[in-house]
């Protein structure tokens, strides 16, 4: 049998992802946990309510554009999850990342960037439950075949903070010069 999709690539780990994410969620529902408690008493709790409601929807859309996903569905229920997510440091290829760190803030770039290296546990484990669940990606398997290590997710992104790291060398030195 040949499958040939995205979901066998790299790109279509995100779907495993998302239905694992899906299923702890369902799961924290069917437990009884309540995302949000909204309390219609009287004016004061109600103000207070929308005010709550409005720090956790920003700390979450903070924590999904950082990209840390996980901590941004957790953080939905369990709010001090999402308050650290936001206050953490972004993954190097997020959005965020790309507006805040790179050619603005090129240490910040570097501290990301070796907080997520490559091959770090954390990735290991999330694929070895990716592979429990979707199966090994066609380059996984085609590099096992082969008898040689499968590249690595983030060689985009180590390229990348090369390339800032070059223009801000650049830029520097540019205005040394003047």
Not at 31 to 38: C, E, F, N, S, T
Not at 121 to 132: A, C, M, N, P
Not at 140 to 153: I, K
Request: proline content about 4%; glycine content about 6%.
């Amino acid at each position: 049998m040949h499958l040939d999709d995205v979901y066998w690539a790299r790109e279509g780990r995100r779907s495993v992802d998302a239905a694992v994410i899906a299923i702890v969620a369902l799961g924290l529902l069917v437990v009884g946990a309540r995302p949000l408690d909204i309390n219609l008493a009287g004016p004061a709790q109600v103000i207070a309510t929308v005010i709550g409601v409005a720090i956790i929807f920003i700390c979450v859309a903070i924590s999904l554009v950082k990209q840390r996903v996980a901590h941004a569905v957790l953080g939905v229920w369990v709010f001090p999850v999402a308050i650290y997510a936001a206050s953490r440091l972004g993954k190097p290829y997020s959005p965020w990342a790309r507006r805040f760190y790179g050619d603005r803030n090129p240490r910040k770039q570097a501290r990301a960037q070796r907080r997520f290296a490559p091959r770090r546990r954390t990735d290991r484990f999330k694929e070895r439950l990716r592979d429990t669940i979707g199966g090994t990606t066609t380059q996984t398997y085609d590099a096992n075949l082969a008898g040689r290590p499968a590249e690595s997710d983030h060689d985009a992104s180590l390229e990348a903070a090369a390339e800032v790291k070059r223009r801000a060398a650049r830029r520097a030195s540019a205005e040394k010069q003047r």
